[in-house]
């Protein structure tokens, strides 16, 4: 016989999951409390990161069954509410959400909801690497210097180099610059003057 779990969380300590529970109960679903799982966690954190989601996966086994209200309860976006679903699937649970009628995620109908989501997800990923390339094509433009921010200005880039080149150690020159080796190296490596 299939064990059944129930997990509901919400955001903040002001919110209550009294709601989910009964929703839940409403639906027919008889959970006990010890296998009702209750969080007080922002979505924004990976269904993976949690630490009561982390307790809920060690007590599923194949064949149980896990309840949630709606899908923004497993995750903030499609992308982590799709990788959490295949994980649990990958663990032979299945995963039944009331706001989609109560569907099982792992039935046929499920399934195709599912594909769904992956759309969404993969349209999610690409909306962010457009919106970021364009961010960063926008800050070039505005004269904005991308990268890590230099530690030794011109000047002392110049200097260490002619100090390299005049044969003191990497780090007699970092001493007088004060920075760290690894800096000299790179001004070093970057100026091609890599020692034989």
Do not use: W
């Not at 990161?49 to 899908?71: C, I, P, Q, T």
């Not at 509410?81 to 009331?98: D, M, N, P, Q, S």
């Amino acid at each position: 016989m299939s064990r059944v779990f129930a997990y509901c969380r919400v955001s903040t300590f002001d919110q209550t999951t009294e709601n989910q529970v009964r929703e839940i109960a409403a639906a027919g679903f008889k959970i006990t409390p010890q296998r009702t799982i209750v969080e007080t966690v922002s979505g924004s954190v990976p269904a993976s990161e949690r630490e009561g989601f982390a307790l809920l996966v060690n007590k599923l086994e194949a064949g149980d069954v896990l309840v949630v209200s709606k899908l923004d309860r497993l995750g903030r976006n499609a992308m982590d509410v799709r990788a959490t679903v295949e994980a649990l699937t990958g663990l032979g649970v299945r995963v039944h959400c009331l706001a989609l009628g109560g569907v099982d995620l792992t039935s046929a109908a499920g399934k195709m909801t599912m594909g769904v989501l992956a759309a969404v997800a993969e349209f999610e990923r690409d909306l962010l690497i457009e919106r970021t390339q364009a961010g960063l094509s926008r800050a070039k433009a505005a004269g904005t210097v991308l990268g890590r921010p230099r530690v030794l200005s011109k000047v002392q880039t110049m200097e260490a180099l002619q100090h390299l080149a005049t044969g003191a150690s990497v780090a007699s020159v970092a001493r007088e610059l004060k920075t760290s080796r690894q800096t000299v190296m790179r001004v070093r490596d970057s100026a091609g003057q890599i020692p034989a």
